[in-house]
């Protein structure tokens, strides 16, 4: 029975996996000072074109964004998400842990704008509120839907107008920039801070904290290593990234998932069956009957997105870079058999 639950069940990409094994027995000073670590933060520099950023690499994305927020906010200050938002649903309160609460508000398809920012600071302008001192985006959101180079650069005018630090979480964002027309340089010269997400594009873990506003800069490392991001063998998280961007593999394993997903999702649509949301990445949303979410359960795994009102059910199917077409046509060819 093959997983659609993620798309980080599988290990690495073979070239990560050939490169640690090679480099295993390597001596390196640690703490993200050697010089794999060094070597893929100059390659994610020239990608971006910001030579000026500062780029840390840290184990997971739950980590990367409250590391994101606490560098960002003052203590009284909140972090402005969509109510869809990884921060706000799905971290276990790990942003209000510290202090810092997240100032949600519906987005449709999971997507902040200008408009819906403003709301959130109108709504907080008595003195004893939270107040806003950051936005907060994912791309792809966790609806799969994404953000273009004029969406995004509305919300980057709207956040310098307003004083708010802006923040993309970029988990899926390889996935994201296979279908839209944003860069990794549209995304660094439009925000103050971003991730690269590897967890979810290839690597075994990990994530590339990008802080392209230089106020981020002072002691950030001193902070790193007191919210426990900081690992000794940092070299395990650059070696992964040198590789991702080298060759053009990033950006190619973001599109093969895309692609996967594409297939399966014209197929079932194809068989009659409704999306609960028009996603182009590789998460898609499926609206089953009762009967038909019995006969999903008996061909893969998945996640369920929501129980409606009239009594089907969303459910997630995901995609990844390692998602074989055969696993694809495996299950619709089974769908199309009853």
């Known amino acids: 029975m093959y997983s659609f639950k993620n798309d980080y069940s599988e290990g690495c990409h073979p070239r990560i996996l050939e490169a640690l094994t090679r480099t295993n027995l390597d001596q390196t ?45 003052r203590p009284y200050q909140g972090v402005i998400s969509a109510a869809a938002g990884h921060i706000a649903g799905h971290e276990s309160g790990a942003i209000e842990a510290t202090g810092h609460k997240v100032l949600t508000i519906p987005a449709p398809e999971g997507k902040l704008t200008p408009d819906l920012i403003r709301q959130v600071c109108d709504a907080h302008q008595e003195e004893y509120c939270p107040q806003p001192g950051m936005v907060y985006l994912s791309d792809a959101t966790e609806l799969g839907t994404v953000y273009s180079k004029a969406e995004l650069s509305a919300i980057s005018a709207c956040c310098r107008d307003l004083g708010l630090f802006l923040f993309l979480d970029g988990a899926r964002v390889a996935q994201a920039m296979a279908v839209s027309d944003l860069t990794l340089a549209d995304i660094a010269a439009l925000t103050d801070a971003f991730s690269i997400g590897g967890t979810k594009n290839g690597a075994l873990l990990g994530e590339a904290l990008v802080l392209v506003h230089p106020s981020l800069h002072p002691h950030f490392r001193t902070l790193l290593k007191q919210r426990g991001g900081m690992l000794a063998k940092g070299r395990i998280l650059g070696i992964q990234f040198e590789v991702l961007f080298q060759d053009g593999l990033y950006d190619e394993l973001g599109r093969q998932a895309v692609e996967r997903a594409d297939r399966l999702q014209s197929g079932l649509k194809a068989l009659g069956y409704p999306m609960y949301v028009e996603s182009p990445t590789n998460q898609i949303f499926v609206i089953l009957t009762q009967e038909q979410l019995a006969r999903f359960q008996e061909l893969c795994l998945f996640e369920v997105q929501e129980v409606l009102a009239d009594g089907r059910t969303a459910i997630r199917l995901c995609t990844s870079w390692a998602t074989p077409v055969e696993a694809v046509d495996g299950l619709l060819d089974a769908l199309s058999s009853r």
Not at 30 to 57: K, M, N, T
């Open 29 to 73: 000073v640690g703490y993200g000072c050697d010089g794999h670590c060094e070597h893929a933060a100059a390659l994610i520099r020239q990608a971006i074109a910001c030579p000026d950023a500062q780029i840390h690499f840290i184990s997971g994305g739950t980590q990367t964004n409250l590391l994101a927020v606490s560098a960002c906010l």
